[in-house]
């Protein structure tokens, strides 16, 4: 009798658990923005590549590879012959200068988010061959690829050759590293080019932690220190940099909530500007995001509050109002780019999502997807929130019960905390070193050994002796099933199993368990 009044109770908290879930409001973001995905992929096949090599910025300092931009807000001073040196006008975008640079940029993250996003809809594998070639050209190729420094952003003429707040002009590049996520499945991504784009992105993010300009920029006071962190945050994801990460999340919980925030959420230093609308919508949209891509199933950024009760429901909540009704914004009208604002914000659907309020995702729905106002483009850093919504969740790492095998096999099938979802191909399914969905270790041979009844034996190989911290995991089927070969590249990865590429994973195959003797 206890036993069935147990099952009873059982059956009723989770009719009630699946209850509850299906009254938590949603939004069907695929089918929402399939049209406008697949319009903007299509135009995107015919794109040609684009480079920032194309463009030679005259007043630079650097080389072919470098990007160059000049400061938004910086004017000719009417008051010399050559204009030197130049005068701010802030919130006034000076037309004339270069801004080449930036709007390839922008192409190429308009292109190849589109393309993701239509490859994670359709799995056409036309999308994907057509976003691996415009990432081969922008980031890999040495002759038109762009180098993974911002030394010469923002540049003002008399002044300086660049400056720390030029790292905001690489912000829209975040939406790269989710493409190449959803793209991971494609055989237009090859473990190569994989390993080359984690590369660029990893080399970057070192760039902006080391440099004096990247530190002068994480240390502001403003918007330009939250995008900075949302652009590690991503960067570190992508290219596996936990230690980034960490800081990111203690950037946001010690800093940004409680400095940059007020007690009625608004934001304080964004209200000063000429554009307090603009850079308020701005500043929200990318606290959200950083909400989006830092938390974790231990650590949900959503639900985080200071003592006082600041936190990005209240921030949201101060600004829902005025995006639902423009004309009831307490201040002066921004100066620039009033009458398009607002646009849809990315932010305010992932709130929405993850707090589960209704009425900010049904505003997202009413609101205009594509801006056509260079200005309100300039400051929206997510034109596909799709590739944001289906990160797989973080999974605790089993412990490994051999602790003498390599490092690798912790790679095999558990999570970690950038790399939520490591992937295996079937050329491992081919190469016999997959069985039952795992990747079998290579075991060094001071450590040769079987493993325990009824489990898959270890892959044993002939090779010269060598210490196991030394031993290079190889992440390309062997070409010699009794000998490890290093000529494709593998002793490359020796004591950075961090580096290693990750290929998608494959469903639906039976690996052949069997050993050579």
Same mark, same amino acid.
């Given at each position: 009798?206890?036993?069935?009044?147990?099952?009873?109770?059982?059956?009723?908290?989770?009719?009630?658990?699946?209850?509850?879930?299906?009254?938590?409001?949603?939004?069907?973001?695929?089918?929402?923005?399939?049209?406008?995905?697949?319009?903007?992929?299509?135009?995107?096949?015919?794109?040609?590549?684009?480079?920032?090599?194309?463009?030679?910025?005259?007043?630079?300092?650097?080389?072919?590879?470098?990007?160059?931009?000049?400061?938004?807000?910086?004017?000719?001073?009417?008051?010399?012959?050559?204009?030197?040196?130049?005068?701010?006008?802030?919130?006034?975008?000076?037309?004339?200068?270069?801004?080449?640079?930036?709007?390839?940029?922008?192409?190429?993250?308009?292109?190849?988010?589109?393309?993701?996003?239509?490859?994670?809809?359709?799995?056409?594998?036309?999308?994907?061959?057509?976003?691996?070639?415009?990432?081969?050209?922008?980031?890999?190729?040495?002759?038109?690829?762009?180098?993974?420094?911002?030394?010469?952003?923002?540049?003002?003429?008399?002044?300086?050759?660049?400056?720390?707040?030029?790292?905001?002009?690489?912000?829209?590049?975040?939406?790269?590293?989710?493409?190449?996520?959803?793209?991971?499945?494609?055989?237009?991504?090859?473990?190569?080019?994989?390993?080359?784009?984690?590369?660029?992105?990893?080399?970057?993010?070192?760039?902006?932690?080391?440099?004096?300009?990247?530190?002068?920029?994480?240390?502001?006071?403003?918007?330009?220190?939250?995008?900075?962190?949302?652009?590690?945050?991503?960067?570190?994801?992508?290219?596996?940099?936990?230690?980034?990460?960490?800081?990111?999340?203690?950037?946001?919980?010690?800093?940004?909530?409680?400095?940059?925030?007020?007690?009625?959420?608004?934001?304080?230093?964004?209200?000063?500007?000429?554009?307090?609308?603009?850079?308020?919508?701005?500043?929200?949209?990318?606290?959200?995001?950083?909400?989006?891509?830092?938390?974790?199933?231990?650590?949900?950024?959503?639900?985080?509050?200071?003592?006082?009760?600041?936190?990005?429901?209240?921030?949201?909540?101060?600004?829902?109002?005025?995006?639902?009704?423009?004309?009831?914004?307490?201040?002066?009208?921004?100066?620039?780019?009033?009458?398009?604002?607002?646009?849809?914000?990315?932010?305010?659907?992932?709130?929405?999502?993850?707090?589960?309020?209704?009425?900010?995702?049904?505003?997202?729905?009413?609101?205009?997807?594509?801006?056509?106002? !260079? $200005?309100?483009?300039?400051?929206?850093?997510?034109? =596909?929130?799709?590739?944001?919504?289906?990160?797989? @969740? +973080? %999974?605790?790492?089993?412990?490994?019960?051999?602790?003498?095998?390599?490092?690798?096999?912790?790679?095999?099938?558990?999570?970690?905390?950038?790399?939520?979802?490591?992937?295996?191909?079937?050329?491992?399914?081919?190469?016999?070193?997959?069985?039952?969905?795992?990747?079998?270790?290579?075991?060094? !041979? $001071?450590?040769?050994?079987?493993?325990?009844?009824? =489990?898959?034996?270890?892959?044993?190989?002939?090779? @010269? +002796? %060598?210490?196991?911290?030394?031993?290079?995991?190889?992440?390309?089927?062997?070409?010699?099933?009794?000998?490890?070969?290093?000529?494709?590249?593998?002793?490359?990865?020796?004591?950075?199993?961090?580096?290693?590429?990750?290929?998608?994973?494959?469903?639906?195959?039976?690996?052949?368990?069997?050993?050579?003797?």
């Amino acid at each position: 009798m206890k036993k069935f009044s147990f099952l009873i109770c059982r059956i009723l908290v989770i009719s009630g658990q699946f209850l509850a879930a299906a009254a938590q409001p949603g939004v069907d973001v695929a089918a929402v923005d399939r049209g406008r995905i697949l319009q903007a992929a299509n135009a995107a096949l015919d794109m040609a590549p684009v480079t920032i090599t194309q463009f030679r910025a005259k007043l630079s300092t650097g080389g072919s590879n470098d990007f160059y931009s000049n400061g938004d807000y910086w004017w000719p001073d009417p008051d010399k012959p050559d204009g030197l040196p130049y005068i701010q006008r802030d919130g006034q975008t000076n037309p004339e200068n270069f801004n080449r640079h930036r709007l390839a940029i922008r192409q190429l993250r308009d292109g190849v988010a589109a393309l993701g996003a239509a490859y994670q809809l359709t799995g056409d594998e036309r999308y994907a061959d057509k976003a691996a070639e415009l990432l081969r050209v922008f980031f890999l190729d040495p002759a038109t690829r762009m180098n993974p420094h911002l030394r010469f952003a923002q540049a003002v003429p008399g002044r300086s050759p660049g400056r720390g707040v030029g790292i905001i002009d690489t912000l829209h590049l975040i939406e790269v590293p989710m493409a190449i996520g959803a793209l991971q499945n494609s055989r237009a991504i090859p473990p190569e080019t994989l390993a080359g784009l984690k590369q660029w992105f990893g080399d970057y993010l070192e760039w902006m932690i080391t440099s004096r300009n990247g530190q002068e920029e994480a240390a502001a006071k403003n918007n330009h220190a939250v995008a900075f962190w949302l652009q590690a945050a991503v960067f570190a994801r992508f290219s596996g940099d936990e230690v980034c990460l960490a800081e990111a999340r203690r950037q946001f919980k010690d800093v940004f909530v409680p400095e940059q925030m007020a007690a009625d959420g608004s934001f304080p230093a964004e209200l000063k500007r000429t554009k307090p609308y603009g850079y308020s919508i701005f500043q929200l949209d990318n606290m959200a995001t950083l909400c989006q891509v830092l938390t974790t199933p231990t650590e949900n950024l959503w639900a985080f509050e200071s003592p006082d009760g600041r936190g990005i429901r209240k921030a949201m909540a101060y600004l829902y109002p005025f995006l639902a009704d423009k004309t009831k914004w307490p201040l002066k009208p921004d100066v620039q780019a009033w009458d398009t604002w607002p646009a849809r914000p990315p932010g305010l659907l992932f709130a929405g999502l993850a707090l589960g309020e209704k009425p900010w995702l049904e505003l997202w729905e009413k609101l205009p997807p594509d801006p056509a106002d !260079p $200005e309100v483009q300039r400051n929206i850093a997510i034109t =596909q929130p799709v590739l944001w919504l289906y990160i797989a @969740p +973080r %999974r605790a790492q089993a412990p490994v019960r051999n602790p003498e095998i390599h490092e690798y096999r912790k790679y095999q099938s558990h999570a970690s905390e950038s790399n939520p979802a490591p992937f295996f191909s079937q050329r491992h399914a081919r190469s016999g070193r997959v069985f039952r969905g795992r990747l079998k270790p290579i075991v060094c !041979p $001071e450590t040769r050994q079987e493993r325990r009844q009824g =489990q898959a034996r270890v892959l044993r190989h002939r090779q @010269p +002796r %060598r210490r196991c911290g030394q031993f290079p995991a190889c992440h390309r089927p062997l070409r010699d099933r009794r000998t490890l070969r290093y000529g494709h590249g593998c002793a490359a990865y020796a004591g950075h199993p961090e580096k290693i590429p990750r290929r998608p994973a494959v469903s639906g195959f039976q690996a052949d368990a069997r050993q050579d003797g």
